[in-house]
């Protein structure tokens, strides 16, 4: 059964080639979603089995998006992987600590997303 | 798996779709560089360099541009600074929104 993936960002670019990669490479389902609201309905409606989310988006960040998740019964053990094109050892201490899966870094490779996002969350 | 011929494809539409957007943040900085330039540069075009800089860091290696990114985050670099009066600064601002525009260039 192809993995549902809800991809949240608010770049029109980044969720467009972030989305065709994840259905044409690997066969996904993939919902997106524009903002960290949008998003945090999204995921309560779709119910994805893992979430693409933007560190820096105006409004509601990715952090704050992150902890709404987990404030959610239907939407906290999802797992979610924070995508930036800003890290640093600190943030990655940071967002660890929050309990993020993995930080995948921008730019992306849009022949190897789907690996990627596989390796962190153990999907064979 | 995709075919990567595909996939390039797809990407090229893309490329075509989103570069409007993407001239757009490489115009912020050619105006953002032009304050700093006359001395105008406000806190409010400051951080919009910083934003759009940091997006063209994200989208342009995504489109095989690594050296549009390696740029745009040395104008994230430059914007994100506590002390923009640097010698030469205005400069380099303006340097490096002239080689962005340059890269995007060649891949249209």
Not at chain 2, 7 to 15: G, R, T
Not at chain 2, 67 to 87: F, K, Q, V
């Amino acid at each position: 059964m192809a993995h549902r993936v809800l991809i949240i960002d608010d770049e029109d670019d980044i969720r467009e080639v972030a989305a065709m990669s994840l259905e044409t490479v690997a066969g996904w389902e993939v919902m997106v979603a524009n903002s960290g609201a949008q998003g945090l309905t999204r995921a309560a409606t779709y119910k994805p089995d893992a979430i693409l989310l933007d560190v820096m988006m105006p409004g509601m960040d990715g952090p704050t998006t992150f902890r709404e998740l987990r404030k959610n019964p239907v939407t906290a053990k999802i797992p979610v992987l924070f995508l930036t094109a800003k890290v640093q050892a600190t943030d990655r201490r940071r967002f660890a600590d929050l309990g993020i899966h993995a930080v995948l870094v921008k730019p992306f490779d849009p022949l190897t997303l789907p690996t990627q996002i596989s390796n962190a969350l153990g999907w064979k | 798996m995709g075919d990567p011929t595909t996939i390039a494809e797809a990407l090229n539409q893309m490329w075509v779709k989103f570069l409007p957007d993407i001239e757009q943040r490489v115009a912020v900085l050619e105006f953002a560089a032009t304050a700093i330039s006359e001395g105008a540069l406000t806190a409010e075009l400051r951080e919009e360099a910083v934003a759009a800089a940091h997006k063209l860091a994200g989208t342009l290696g995504t489109f095989g541009l690594d050296e549009g990114t390696a740029l745009a985050r040395d104008a994230e670099s430059l914007y994100s600074r506590d002390n923009l009066s640097g010698p030469r600064l205005d400069e380099r601002a303006t340097a490096l929104a002239a080689q962005l525009r340059a890269v995007l260039a060649r891949r249209t």
